[in-house]
């Protein structure tokens, strides 16, 4: 444990930006998982809201913006493979 009061503060904002990070991860996986996994009419929304969610991760620093580029590009390239 640290000694040093800036460390402390320091260690308390590490922590609480880790817990938003490991949740904001974990909602991404889900939303493309089930963007991956739909058929049918509730496709194109689920890639939509997946896309949006990426969209918010990579504006929040939780993911690079190429990162979310090179998901978002995959994303659509499955989806449109799906359709045809």
């Known amino acids: 444990m640290a000694n040093i009061?800036?460390?402390i503060k320091r260690n308390r904002q590490n922590e609480a930006a880790r817990?938003?990070?490991k949740?904001?991860?974990s909602?991404?996986?889900t939303r493309i998982k089930q963007a991956e996994t739909a058929t049918?009419?509730?496709a194109d929304e689920l890639v939509r809201a997946a896309i949006k969610r990426i969209d918010?991760?990579?504006?929040?620093?939780?993911?690079?913006?190429n990162t979310a580029a090179r998901r978002k590009s995959r994303?659509?390239?499955q989806s449109a493979a799906d359709e045809a």
């Open 5 to 7: 009061k800036s460390q």
């Open 19 to 21: 817990q938003r990070n």
């Open 23 to 25: 949740a904001v991860r």
């Open 27 to 29: 909602e991404l996986k």
């Open 40 to 42: 049918g009419d509730d």
């Open 56 to 65: 918010q991760a990579a504006a929040k620093g939780v993911l690079h913006k």
């Open 75 to 77: 994303l659509m390239t």
